[in-house]
């Protein structure tokens, strides 16, 4: 049987062996050793920073104390007897360590490690019902000045409410997932997402005022007007203590968006579409995703700025609202003028597709902020637990 060679030091190995006889570098199997110390021990770090939250109580803490320090104790014992000694100057890898906890400025600190406070369960069901209460209030008033008569146009067709609602919740929660260190409260989520309903109602009122103006061109008024409406939620969430990160900036601006999202779809099913099928579904899963992208450009800055500072004000918005602003002008510069389903399509895909690019470029930078604050290691904020 062949024997493969040390990575370290290229002396030959037996099959089974756990570290190099020669240089004591680990084999294969010596490295998921040394991997299954590490996991217990960022265990026991975890373990740490939930007793000393109040998440779990002193009995049950020195319960799983006492179990995973054995269990460290056997393997790290496992690992020395079968590590051979080195020769004399020659560098050896020793057991894992846990993790310590980078030091940053302390305003930075109070951010990105804050745990917040605790929720109990009712409170949490009062988000949900609020919520509720936020979307039918809004859905109400934005059809009532539609027309007479169009106040419960959305009771009428719950159907196709729910319908227009299938793609945006899909891809809240892709986006909520991707948050994947500490994600946010469902129930904060959904607040955020009820305020982008509310957000149309706003945006109804602004853009009519624009265009009775002369400001009202689909390129212009529009991004200005629905993108500001949808980051006042976001600015609101921003100043709660559940908010860390430019992450959960992005989470809750594409929240707001696709909130906007689902009542702009049903509002197009209903009115323009006229029951034509392949435009209601380009509606619902692609049209309405811009929304979500420009939004989190916004909260992504504010993100930012509450790392940088400790805490949020409306001047942080503007680099993120400035490109939430321009991503949907550009967008909306041409696609009120398409004039065949080719010419759409191309606009969309060059469009949407640059935007979520984009967006996924931000989010694959705050994990790697995430990952050098250690948030992979125990380290993250506590996640809310209503009880």
């Known amino acids: 049987m062949a024997r493969s060679e040390c990575k370290r030091c290229q002396?030959?190995?037996?099959?089974?062996?756990?570290f190099c006889g020669n240089c004591g570098a680990p084999t294969k199997l010596g490295l998921k050793y040394l991997e299954s110390s590490e996991r217990i021990s960022l265990t026991l770090n975890q373990l740490e920073r939930s007793f000393q939250t109040g998440y779990i109580s002193k009995e049950k803490y020195e319960e799983q104390k006492a179990k995973y320090s054995e269990e460290l104790s056997k393997?790290?014992?496992?690992?020395?007897?079968?590590?051979?000694?080195?020769?004399?100057?020659?560098?050896?890898?020793n057991a894992p360590q846990p993790a310590e906890m980078p030091t940053f400025s302390d305003a930075k600190s109070a951010v990105i490690y804050a745990d917040p406070p605790q929720l109990r369960l009712h409170n949490a069901g009062g988000y949900i019902i609020a919520t509720i209460i936020i979307v039918a209030a809004s859905l109400w008033a934005t059809w009532g000045l539609v027309g007479?008569?169009?106040?419960?146009?959305?009771?009428?067709?719950?159907?196709?409410?729910?319908?227009?609602?299938?793609?945006?919740?899909?891809?809240?929660?892709?986006?909520?997932?991707?948050?994947?260190?500490?994600?946010?409260?469902?129930?904060?989520?959904l607040l955020i997402l009820g305020w982008g309903v509310f957000a149309t109602l706003i945006s109804f009122i602004g853009n009519s005022i624009f265009d009775m103006v002369g400001l009202g061109a689909a390129w212009l008024g529009a991004p200005i007007v629905e993108e500001s409406a949808k980051a006042i939620g976001v600015y609101w969430i921003a100043k709660k203590a559940e908010f860390n990160n430019s992450m959960d900036g992005m989470v809750y601006g594409f929240a707001s968006g696709m909130g906007f999202a689902w009542a702009e779809n049903f509002f197009y099913i209903v009115l323009m579409y006229d029951g034509d099928i392949l435009f209601s579904l380009l509606r619902i899963f692609v049209f309405g995703l811009g929304h979500g992208l420009y939004t989190a450009y916004t909260g992504w800055s504010l993100g930012r700025a509450k790392v940088k500072n400790g805490f949020v004000k409306p001047g942080d918005m503007k680099l993120g609202l400035a490109m939430a602003m321009i991503a949907?002008?550009?967008?909306?510069?041409?696609?009120?003028?398409?004039?065949?389903?080719?010419?759409l399509a191309l606009w969309v895909i060059l469009t949407l597709g640059t935007?979520?690019?984009?967006l996924y470029a931000l989010v694959r930078r705050s994990w790697a902020e995430e990952k050098k604050w250690l948030y992979d290691a125990g380290y993250a904020p506590k996640a809310t637990s209503p009880n």
């Open 11 to 18: 002396s030959l190995l037996n099959e089974g062996d756990y």
């Open 75 to 93: 393997l790290n014992a496992d690992i020395i007897a079968r590590r051979p000694v080195a020769p004399q100057g020659t560098e050896t890898l």
């Open 148 to 189: 007479e008569g169009f106040e419960t146009v959305w009771l009428d067709q719950w159907y196709l409410l729910i319908f227009s609602l299938v793609g945006p919740a899909i891809y809240l929660f892709w986006m909520w997932r991707a948050d994947k260190f500490e994600r946010e409260p469902i129930y904060y989520v």
């Open 328 to 343: 949907h002008g550009l967008y909306n510069s041409d696609i009120m003028e398409v004039n065949s389903l080719e010419t």
């Open 355 to 358: 935007f979520t690019i984009i």
